[in-house]
């Protein structure tokens, strides 16, 4: 069997942003493992306008089509006031079957490590037919990025990390079958 196609979906797309630290420490850490093809996606490239405010055809396209070109995601999700960011609800609502019977992983940070947006993340993410896999790295802007701006990780993420990407390759290989 092929190896899958994992994405990284950068969740943010504001300037001085975190999330391109923490999606290559991310993908450093999966492409060490070998078990899969990993890559980054960041939503910023996608250059997608509010859902249903301008014709979009060309960007929806593009990224319905790199969706399409992936078995499964780990999404790095930053809270912002108790949630996720707009930007990543705009690039989830931009897309539907793409998302179906595949899997995900989320890697959260904030002030208590992202775990409400994670835990928001879930619901819409249970909406578009994508399992959400059970662990969880939540990362600290107190104790995981020095000065509140450079990623740092406690080397006890790794255990987590490597948890979740086992959870995302086991579930995300089964749900193939049904695609």
């Known amino acids: 069997m092929s190896k899958l196609n994992i994405g990284i979906i950068l969740g943010s797309t504001r300037q001085g942003r975190l999330s391109p630290q923490v999606g290559e420490w991310v993908k450093r850490i999966a492409d060490e493992r070998g078990d899969a093809n990993y890559e980054i996606v960041d939503i910023a490239d996608y ?5 249903g ?5 060309e960007q929806a396209t593009a990224w319905n089509n790199k ?16 949630s996720i960011t707009g930007a990543l609800k705009n690039a989830l609502d931009f897309a539907r079957e793409p998302w179906n019977n595949k899997a995900a992983g989320i890697v959260s940070y904030g002030s208590v490590g992202g775990a409400r947006a994670a835990e928001h993340l879930r619901g819409i993410l249970g909406e578009l037919s994508v399992a959400d896999v059970r662990v969880h790295p939540a ?7 020095e000065n509140g701006s450079v990623f740092k990780p406690a080397d006890l993420h790794l255990v987590n990390l490597n948890g979740m ?14 695609r």
């Open 139 to 145: 990362l600290s802007l107190f104790t995981d990025f």
């Open 53 to 57: 405010e301008a014709d979009a055809t």
């Open 67 to 82: 969706l399409n070109s992936l078995d499964g995601f780990v999404f790095i999700v930053q809270e912002y006031n108790h």
């Open 165 to 178: 990407l086992d959870q995302v390759l086991a579930w995300s290989g089964a749900l193939k079958t049904l």
């Open 47 to 51: 250059k997608l306008p509010l859902f």
